[in-house]
């Protein structure tokens, strides 16, 4: 049997922005990194982790916008929350 190494890693959670909260998320000296939306899904309901992402290059809040989060059943109740 091959041993295995694994590392823990807790990842503490901020928000929840909305939409229309983007702007708050792309200040270029700290809006980087993991992040994750939430929101209806058709068969596992409201509020459920719909996307996992990461902004690298851009700030999450421009990350975020290029996508089409916005023509979601329900796009109003989506959530995003970012790695601190």
Request: hydrophobic residues 35%; without cysteine; proline residues 0%.
């Amino acid at each position: 049997m091959q041993k295995r190494t694994m590392k823990l890693i807790q990842i503490d959670w901020e928000g929840s922005f909305t939409l229309d909260e983007l702007h708050l998320l792309t200040d270029e000296s700290h809006d980087y990194g993991i992040y994750q939306i939430y929101g209806k899904h058709l068969v596992y309901g409201k509020d459920v982790l719909l996307y996992i992402g990461k902004a690298d290059q851009q700030t999450i809040g421009k990350r975020v916008s290029q996508e089409i989060w916005w023509i979601t059943n329900d796009s109003n109740h989506l959530k995003i929350m970012r790695a601190v």
